[in-house]
């Protein structure tokens, strides 16, 4: 009959004795579990902060630029003249079955003032389908109407951050505010969007219709000139169709010939930020299995101080075959061993990476995220290590002739 | 029926090409509460059938009855239940775990069968206590001389209530006058507690103590004969 409570306390007094030997072997296995946990931790807060701005942006989306890309080495277009149309984008919506709909944006920065403070902030100058394609709520009032960019009224929309500026704890719905010294009246409140890609506030932000922007504060080179179109694909398969579309839709538009470079540029904003996140989940199994060898390194030094402890304690071995010990015993004694070593490094490490992975996001204000899952995991996996690691000094331990070890010197 | 049946034990080890022959058709039987000394020069095989005697090694060839069992169809984990249940060992090098105090290495045979933390202690205790070394239970081997070392060896060979020591040189790194301290403890157990006790030792003095000797040649028993009280008693 095996005893596992003795079994416990055998194998505590035996690596209280080694007190040096058995911290430096947890060691290895506090690095390993350590270093996978700080690892997956910032790989899932860098995919995780992809993916926030990923559903910031809205999906399925393109943006179509002005300017050429360029071919061969030499920039063939009309580089960054201004080439799109308000005429472009009704054209796309009609033309394309791919796409789900589309906005201009003829935008520009401006002074706004409110009372006696005032704000620089960026004025976006488009249609109301901005907010279905940028998947934008409104967080109150309404939003101006096909109708307001027809008649080209002085309403506008404020972003969260513009609100926070200039209004307060006060309701800026219904109020007037001065955009260049032209007055707006304020007609709705959008939704929080936090930061984009390129860690700029989306949030800082008024919008305008487009036809007010054009004709009151920013004037156009040529008229119903805008700046960039977004575009928004029914669905993610129809994505590359729409791109295809617009494409040649556009080409003929601006009578670009076969041998011409196109004037205008369609950028896949989604797919480039899927490549991203795609990128950092690839980065975070990296970080995760380079981790995962020092954990294989620290199971193995684990294997290295329990042979040596088997040799070592050979004619103990021996007397406890004398004395009754099965073999299920002695294997146990030196598994229990190997695996309190291993799970008391574990519970170390996961300490250990979570606070490595705190004072990394502190000191280099990477996001980091400890799921609980990459806990459980490293925890059942260091257990893993001591049994599997464990096992064979235990076994050969077992197969030791009781005489043979009663006589090793 | 004999409690321990020896039927042409042989051992045979191989070293190279030549057989060594250590035991060669050993017979004999012993019977309950006897106190037999085994004796030979070294190289006689007098260890060997002590090994044998205690399940730690298997004959070659003939068969070993303990008890009226057949111990050569038993498995490993079988002999070490025997060596638990019906064995005592006592070896010469006293053989205890060094960094172990005297309670817990008289302990240590109950862990291996099952019984609980609070019978082990008083146990344990009431076994140190019949060897002469109450109030020595937290001493660590190294605090303790050769003669009280032997002591908790002893100790650790009766708590499980075994029926047979077996004694291998029990007295070898012992001074005289702690060998017959030693020697008379076994007396006592075989007389009170009616103990069978084997004992290999090649000095006469100790052999006397017992009350047949065995001697041991070349594998070959050459002669087996009782001893007389008035030897006993000197």
């Known amino acids: 009959m095996i005893n596992i409570p003795s079994t416990f306390k055998i194998s505590f007094r035996a690596l209280r004795v080694n007190k040096m030997r058995s911290a430096l072997t947890m060691l290895g296995i506090i690095i390993g579990v350590g270093a996978v946990i700080a690892m997956v931790a910032v790989g899932t807060g860098a995919s995780r902060k992809i993916a926030e701005q990923i559903s910031s942006m809205g999906s399925n989306l393109l943006i179509i630029l002005p300017g050429a890309t360029t071919a061969g080495g030499v920039r063939m277009g009309a580089g960054t003249q201004p080439t799109l149309t308000m005429n472009d984008t009704e054209a796309i919506i009609k033309e394309c079955p791919a796409v789900a709909d589309a906005a201009p944006i003829h935008n520009g920065v401006a002074q706004v003032m409110f009372g006696h403070l005032n704000w620089s902030t960026g004025v976006i100058g488009t249609t109301p389908s901005l907010l279905v394609v940028r998947e934008w709520d409104l967080a109150a009032g309404r939003s101006f109407t096909i109708q307001d960019v027809k008649s080209a009224t002085k309403v506008c929309l404020l972003g969260q951050t513009v609100v926070d500026n200039l209004f307060g704890d006060q309701n800026p719905v219904g109020q007037s505010i001065r955009i260049k010294n032209v007055p707006f009246t304020v007609i709705g409140v959008l939704g929080k969007k936090g930061q984009n890609a390129q860690g700029q506030d989306q949030d800082d932000t008024i919008m305008i219709p487009v036809t007010t922007a054009q004709k009151k504060l920013f004037g156009t080179q040529f008229p119903g000139m805008v700046r960039i179109i977004v575009v928004k694909a029914k669905d993610a398969e129809s994505l590359s169709a729409a791109e295809r579309q617009i494409n040649e839709l556009l080409k003929q538009r601006h009578h670009i010939g076969q041998k011409q470079d196109n004037d205008f540029t369609v950028r896949n904003l989604t797919q480039v930020m899927q490549a991203a996140e795609q990128s950092t989940k690839v980065m975070t199994l990296l970080l995760g299995a380079i981790a995962s060898v020092s954990l294989l390194v620290g199971g193995i030094g684990i294997m290295n101080i329990m042979l040596v402890s088997v040799t070592e304690r050979t004619r103990e071995i021996g007397i406890r075959m004398a004395i009754g010990a099965k073999t299920w015993d002695i294997r146990l004694q030196f598994i229990i061993e190997a695996l309190t070593l291993s799970l008391i490094g574990g519970v170390i490490g996961i300490i250990t990476g979570v606070s490595t992975a705190m004072v990394l996001s502190s000191i280099s204000g990477w996001p980091t995220v400890v799921s609980p899952l990459s806990i459980v995991l490293a925890f059942g996996f260091s257990g893993f290590i001591g049994i599997f690691f464990g096992f064979y000094p235990a076994y050969k331990a077992s197969l030791l002739n009781p005489i043979d070890a009663l006589r090793y010197e | ?234």
């Open chain 2, 1 to 234: 029926m004999a409690l321990i049946e020896a039927r042409k034990i042989s051992k045979v080890y191989r070293l190279g090409d030549i057989d060594l022959r250590a035991l060669d058709g050993i017979s004999t039987t012993i019977d309950k509460g006897e106190f037999v000394a085994i004796m030979g020069q070294s190289g006689s095989g007098k260890s060997t059938f002590m090994n044998v005697l205690g399940c730690l090694d298997t004959p070659t060839d003939g068969h070993y009855l303990l008890d009226g069992v057949d111990t050569g169809v038993l498995s490993r984990d079988e002999l070490a239940e025997i060596r638990n249940k019906k064995l005592g060992f006592v070896f010469q090098g006293f053989n205890l775990l060094s960094r172990t105090s005297a309670l817990e290495n008289v302990e240590l045979p109950m862990l291996y069968n099952g019984h609980s933390a609070t019978e082990r202690r008083e146990r344990a205790v009431a076994a140190l206590k019949s060897v002469g070394l109450e109030g020595r239970e937290d001493h660590h081997p190294n605090q303790l001389s050769g003669g009280q070392q032997q002591r908790v060896a002893i100790a650790r060979a009766l708590v499980n209530d075994a029926p047979i020591i077996l004694a291998d040189e029990p007295t070898g790194n012992l001074d005289t006058k702690t060998s017959v301290e030693i020697m008379e403890l076994f007396v006592r157990l075989n007389r009170e507690s009616h103990i069978t006790v084997i004992l290999v030792t090649h000095e006469p003095d100790i052999a006397a103590f017992s009350k047949r000797i065995i001697r041991f040649l070349d594998g070959h028993i050459v002669s087996d004969e009782e001893v007389k009280k008035d030897e006993t008693i000197t």
